[in-house]
């Protein structure tokens, strides 16, 4: 997409710094796409057109035109195809995490059911009829309010929802049926009020190379009064995080289990979380509508 604001394509710094980084790049995207441009053909090696909506054929059309250029690796900067790229990989013998690995990640109802926490309630449904499945209404009754209702499959926060009891949850769920976001069904699980955070990692064998946390300070889905309308996109981030170091480390050793548990390896991962229980919460100290990581304890 291109920004008027700055005056150029989105992407266009990625590929940038992998020219600067001596990288030769071989594109697969639509064939109107910005980058086949002959003003940018200095950013890239060779541009092949790919119908990019059949994701089922994609994988095997990019093993296809690569198998002879003796590629190290493919990467791609967007959710909707990173489990077309992983098995792209596979066929192709290139270095990669799991497809197994990857798939969990990506479907939140699968990472749920293997990240479990026993304070975290999770309910996926397949469709809309299962509101009304009377085998259900047992488990809709047990849950606790308020609850996050999201895709299963989703990014940038879409039609990710709050909701604070049946009705509104029930009305959520039927939303995101009418948006078109129930293709993989829908995840209901626990709110956690506390500081979210985002985690940058680098993993080699298992091991931690390098780890930042970033704080992300609240959006308007979190007030204590938000309807299921408020958004959830994320508004200001600060790096590095405010919590205190014993949090620091319960995060790091918490978010590295879940992504072990996950198959990760090695590589980079981008992982967001909330601090449950935390010591620290987002206050307005001065009276000045300016958001502060503070104690708890300052808020009494």
């Not at 990014?155 to 990710?160: C, D």
């Not at 959830?232 to 590095?240: A, G, K, L, P």
């Amino acid at each position: 997409m291109y920004d008027e604001i700055q005056g150029m394509y989105g992407l266009r710094g990625f590929f940038e710094a992998a020219q600067a980084l001596g990288m030769s790049l071989i594109i697969f995207d639509e064939p109107n796409h910005w980058l086949k441009k002959d003003k940018y053909s200095h950013l890239r090696q060779e541009f092949i057109p790919v119908d990019m909506s059949n994701i089922a054929g994609l994988p095997r059309r990019m093993a296809d035109a690569l198998k002879d250029k003796h590629v190290d690796g493919i990467v791609t900067l967007t959710d909707s195809f990173v489990i077309a790229t992983a098995e792209a990989a596979e066929i192709l013998g290139i270095p990669t995490e799991l497809l197994w690995s990857m798939k969990k990640a990506h479907y939140k109802h699968e990472m749920r059911r293997l990240v479990n926490k026993p304070n975290i309630q999770a309910m996926h449904l397949t469709s809309v009829d299962k509101l009304e499945d009377v085998k259900m209404q047992e488990s809709f009754q047990s849950l606790k309010y308020p609850l996050i209702v999201k895709p299963s499959r989703g990014q940038f926060s879409r039609g990710v929802k709050k909701v604070g009891e049946d009705a509104a949850m029930r009305q959520a769920v039927l939303e995101l049926d009418k948006e078109g976001l129930m293709e993989q069904g829908v995840l209901i699980e626990t709110y956690v009020d506390g500081p979210e955070l985002d985690a940058n990692f680098v993993l080699w064998d298992g091991q931690i190379l390098f780890l930042e946390v970033t704080d992300n300070l609240p959006c308007p889905g979190d007030k204590s009064a938000a309807t299921s309308d408020e958004s959830f996109v994320e508004t200001v981030q600060i790096s590095n995080s405010g919590l205190p170091a014993n949090e620091l480390s319960i995060i790091r050793n918490s978010l590295h289990d879940s992504l072990l548990q996950l198959g990760f390896r090695s590589g980079v991962f981008h992982v967001e979380a909330r601090m449950q229980n935390s010591s620290m919460q987002y206050q307005d100290l001065r009276g000045d509508n300016i958001l502060d990581l503070a104690s708890v304890s300052k808020s009494r």
